[in-house]
């Protein structure tokens, strides 16, 4: 399956964005999906994932209540709505498919990445 995210951008603190992954490729119900932040010199960290049939999700602690994932299986597209957002969100987050019915929070259950999209929160 082949990621395309979007919805990036420059936000100040407080602000908030809504990210898009769309897919293409194979059957993107069969997949569940991840969202993974890379901020400058530091290691790619879980932020979210939803799983295939959008009956679970799970958050990182510290987006809980703040960031929400979504999927809509029929238009091949994932999202995460970033509400509250703060400096230290500030990161290249990526999206991520798993081929299996439950997310996971490690990137290397992962099978497919898209480019990422950066975010950027000013304080």
């Given at each position: 399956?082949?990621?395309?995210?979007?919805?990036?951008?420059?936000?100040q603190a407080g602000?908030?964005?809504?990210?898009?992954?769309?897919?293409?490729?194979?059957?993107?119900?069969?997949?569940?999906?991840?969202w993974f932040r890379?901020?400058?010199?530091?290691?790619?960290?879980?932020?979210?994932?939803?799983?295939?049939?959008?009956?679970?999700?799970?958050?990182?602690?510290?987006?809980?209540?703040?960031?929400?994932?979504?999927?809509?299986?029929?238009?091949?597209?994932?999202?995460?709505?970033?509400?509250?957002?703060?400096?230290?969100?500030?990161?290249?987050?990526?999206?991520?498919?798993?081929?299996?019915?439950?997310?996971?929070?490690?990137?290397?259950?992962?099978?497919?990445?898209?480019?990422?999209?950066?975010v950027t929160v000013?304080?």
């Amino acid at each position: 399956v082949h990621l395309v995210e979007s919805g990036g951008g420059l936000v100040q603190a407080g602000g908030s964005l809504r990210l898009s992954c769309a897919a293409s490729g194979s059957t993107f119900s069969a997949y569940a999906m991840g969202w993974f932040r890379q901020a400058p010199g530091k290691e790619r960290k879980f932020v979210a994932a939803i799983s295939r049939n959008a009956g679970l999700t799970y958050y990182t602690d510290s987006v809980k209540g703040r960031f929400t994932i979504s999927r809509d299986n029929s238009k091949n597209v994932v999202f995460l709505q970033m509400n509250s957002l703060k400096p230290e969100d500030t990161a290249v987050y990526y999206c991520a498919a798993r081929n299996h019915r439950y997310y996971s929070t490690s990137s290397s259950d992962y099978d497919h990445w898209g480019q990422g999209t950066q975010v950027t929160v000013s304080s």
